[in-house]
């Protein structure tokens, strides 16, 4: 039936009296390829119906329809592989937000090479690694900016990417990719042997906030996952128009621009700019008639310190963040401002969306919502018991029973580090929470951010909270410094907002809110105010960074 949603066909699902989702189950996922199953459905379905509603830089508007979308992907699909490309080879994107990723992402769906997106921020050490690493042999990439140029460093050292593609530019060595897709075929048919259910589809690595990033390696059933992502967190609907802040080189991107999208039937909304200036982007709501929206916690601070009164936010229903913990005072002034809830979520590379505020919850702020079906979380210690209400312990994820739909693979061809974090059916996921009584999770931070300090244990997040409340902070974070007797004390450190000025008194005024705000041995006894935090690529804060410099610093020598 024409009118049924693509997505019943490979998931049931039950809401409970609230309208919230209860019980997921997905099906037929062993022939499942996105490309063909959702992207091809759809142009055969609705052909003229927006798939993405694409902006570049200059603000030139280009509409792209489903049908567009399976015409163009399987051009890069034959593209692909009139120049050798086969299935199974690697193939990087670094295509930042260029509509060709979506071409190319979904062409290596169809013919089976393994699409790795990357950052276009890489330098010349990164690609090395990552071309290393992944064994990649084909690489698209924009001509903005240096990115090539250091693709090309890195090419000259490890000789492995012997394909190269370019876009939006072009540069002497590099293949015209828009050319080449323009006189392919727009025609590429499924196959008895297309790729489909366990095989591998996509490479991610990791965000590297605590070590060298990782490969997290997704079969052909990922994209499934993200139903939840989209139709019960995003509330995306057929109707609408989804906008999700986030570069095509990180997980975001997959979470927020294409796959539960689509499986929702829901336009993308995409805006092709170089660097975020939230006085640029709050007109575009009204504008283009963004419905639903998500960001990182960052984002939304830059929002809230613009003056929200001087934008029209009334087209949008439905907000939510994820990426970092959200602190509450960001909700409260983007609620004040807008009317809107912001519904948090959590989740990681290696996964889709496991934690969150779902439609029909009632939102707590600051608070990442509940465990959602289909996957089998729990909170527990350093023994692997489950802990009580109140008491922070890991969040992990039980597989004895089965993987949920989304769960990554492992990380590719680092069986060691699979094991680390996998084993004994319990998936680790590194961050650590609590639970209240009515099992809303309460994120506390990473398993190494905890701040131990004269027999007492901080949760980094709940400080930066408070600290965050105060006007005149844009950003902070927390981290442990050594002491001598205490162990650990700790240490804030701040970026201020414009026109604020440094100084011992704002330290002290610091010191003394978040004394006043929680219990006193929480409170920062040092305060540093930074013009910028360390930050991985996929622009988040580097708390090991800040960690490292602070132990050459400080060693053992504190005496506050």
């Given amino acids: ?324 913990a959200l602190n509450p005072e960001v909700y409260i002034q983007w609620k004040k401002a807008t009317g809107l809830d912001i519904m948090e979520g959590f989740g990681q590379t290696e996964t889709t969306l496991s934690v969150g505020t779902l439609v029909g919850m009632t939102p707590r702020p600051g608070s990442m919502g509940k465990p959602v079906p289909g996957y089998d979380v729990g909170i527990v210690d350093s023994d692997g018991n489950p802990c009580p209400v109140g008491e922070t312990g890991e969040i992990v994820i039980y597989t004895g029973k089965s993987v949920p739909c989304g769960l990554f693979m492992g990380y590719y061809l680092d069986e060691d580090s699979t094991r680390n974090v996998w084993s004994g059916g319990v998936y680790h996921t590194g961050d650590t929470a609590y639970a209240d009584a009515d099992g809303y999770y309460w994120y506390v931070g990473r398993t190494d951010d905890i701040i131990k300090s004269s027999g007492y244990r901080i949760g980094p997040f709940e400080v930066e909270s408070i600290i965050m409340e105060l006007p005149y902070v844009l950003e902070c974070a927390v981290t442990p410094v050594p002491h001598p007797i205490r162990g650990q004390i700790v240490k804030a450190t701040i970026v201020l907002v414009n026109g604020r000025e440094p100084s011992e008194e704002l330290a002290r005024e610091v010191q003394a809110y978040v004394k006043r705000s929680t219990a006193p041995y929480k409170y920062p006894r040092l305060v540093e105010f930074v013009d910028e935090m360390p930050k991985t690529i996929s622009g988040k804060i580097r708390r090991a960074e800040i960690r490292r410099l602070d132990a050459e610093k400080y060693g053992n020598n504190n005496q506050k």
């Fill in 1 to 324: 039936m024409k009118n049924r949603p693509i997505y019943e066909k490979f998931a049931d699902y039950t809401l409970d009296e609230n309208g919230v989702l209860k019980d997921i189950n997905f099906k037929n996922t062993d022939d499942f390829n996105f490309a063909f199953d959702v992207v091809d459905a759809l142009a055969e379905k609705e052909p003229d119906k927006t798939a993405m509603v694409y902006i570049s830089e200059s603000k030139e508007r280009r509409d792209i329809t489903f049908r567009e979308m399976s015409e163009y992907s399987s051009r890069a699909a034959n593209y692909f592989e009139s120049l050798g490309i086969r299935r199974g080879d690697r193939v990087m994107l670094v295509l930042k937000r260029h509509y060709q990723f979506w071409f190319a992402l979904l062409g290596l769906t169809k013919m089976g090479a393994v699409a790795i997106p990357a950052t276009n921020l890489l330098v010349k050490h990164d690609f090395e690694y990552r071309f290393n690493s992944a064994m990649v042999r084909a690489i698209v990439c924009t001509g903005d900016g240096d990115v090539a140029r250091q693709a090309e460093l890195a090419m000259e050292e490890c000789g492995r990417v012997d394909i190269r593609m370019m876009t939006h530019g072009s540069r002497s060595g590099w293949l015209d990719f828009d050319a080449g897709l323009e006189a392919a075929s727009p025609s590429y048919p499924r196959r008895a042997d297309s790729p489909k259910g366990d095989d591998l589809m996509l490479m991610m690595f990791t965000s590297g906030t605590t070590k060298y990033p990782r490969i997290a390696a997704h079969s052909n059933k990922y994209p499934l996952g993200h139903l939840v992502t989209a139709k019960f967190w995003h509330n995306c609907k057929p109707d609408g128009l989804h906008f999700t802040i986030s570069d095509t080189g990180w997980g975001k991107a997959l979470w927020g621009k294409i796959y539960g999208q689509w499986l929702c039937e829901t336009a993308i909304f995409v805006y092709d700019f170089d660097r975020f200036k939230a006085a640029e982007i709050l007109p575009m709501f009204k504008k283009y008639g963004i419905t639903t929206f998500c960001a990182p916690p960052t984002m939304y601070r830059f929002f809230i310190k613009e003056d929200l009164s001087k934008f029209d936010l009334s087209g949008l229903k439905y907000c939510n963040t994820a990426g970092e």
